[in-house]
């Protein structure tokens, strides 16, 4: 079946450090969509990208559709603390929606 | 103001039982989802409605039912639970109809707080 293949599993940084994660597949995505999740709660939709090789930031995310439409990476600059958390990618194909596995970010005090 | 509600947030319940999980959405969203999440974080989407009509049922076993009253409500029935069962449900709710009477986007996906289930 399709998968998002999403790295890095988990990150460990220091505040103020730049972040970078992305999701590949071997399939075509028609829309890619990145969410957070913070402990017991839900996601929350950060960004979502419609176009291949549109870029959209919001606030200190930014993120890229990629041109393959096979790819998309989410920047996160000048990382703190509240940006913990597990981020999530999300593929759109076909009316079927794909999460990515998720990454991890640690903040070190 | 709550857009996509979940009740109970957490329930605890013995093998066997059936129980269920009620989503209410406030969004005047068109198409509701149920997810499962995994010990290691892991989402999968179990069942797509789109105004009351079942999109996606993926592969799920028959003891889990959705059932919509309405399209505000996307409620969960467990029956015969199992240990394999425990997990956190999320419902989700998205804006676009789509096109044909069938949902073509699950684009911007609004998530409830979750259901932390255990099964004894």
């Known amino acids: 079946g399709q998968q998002l293949n999403q790295s890095p599993q988990s990150m460990f940084i220091q505040e103020g450090e730049d972040v970078s994660m992305n999701c590949t597949s071997s399939?075509?995505?028609?829309?890619w969509l990145w969410y957070k999740q913070d402990p017991g709660e839900g996601p929350v939709l950060l960004i979502a990208?419609?176009?291949?090789?549109e870029l959209t930031s919001n606030g200190r995310l930014t993120a890229q559709f990629g041109i393959t439409r096979k790819d998309s990476f989410l920047n996160i600059s000048a990382s703190i603390p509240s940006d913990v958390g597990i981020y999530f990618c999300?593929?759109?194909?076909?009316?079927?929606?794909?999460f990515g596995k998720g990454t991890r970010l640690h903040i070190l005090p | 103001d709550t857009a996509v509600s979940q009740t109970p947030k957490y329930l605890v319940t013995q093998m066997g039982n059936d129980k269920s999980i009620k989503c209410e959405q406030n969004?005047?969203?068109?198409?509701m989802y149920w997810y499962k999440q995994d010990s290691k974080k892991f989402l999968k989407i179990m069942f797509s409605?789109?105004?009351?009509?079942?999109?996606i049922n993926e592969t799920v076993p028959n003891r889990f039912s959705p059932k919509s009253p309405d399209k505000a409500h996307l409620n969960l029935h467990i029956n015969s639970l199992e240990l394999g069962d425990s997990a956190v449900y999320f419902c989700?709710?998205?804006?676009?109809?789509?096109?044909?009477?069938?949902?073509?986007?699950?684009?911007?996906?609004?998530f409830g707080p979750g259901t932390r289930l255990t099964v004894l």
């Open positions: 969004l005047g969203h068109d198409t």
């Open positions: 990208l419609y176009k291949a090789g």
């Open positions: 989700a709710s998205s804006p676009n109809p789509g096109t044909s009477g069938r949902a073509r986007s699950y684009n911007e996906q609004f």
């Open positions: 399939s075509i995505f028609n829309t």
């Open positions: 409605y789109n105004n009351k009509e079942l999109i």
């Open positions: 999300a593929g759109n194909r076909d009316d079927k929606i794909i």
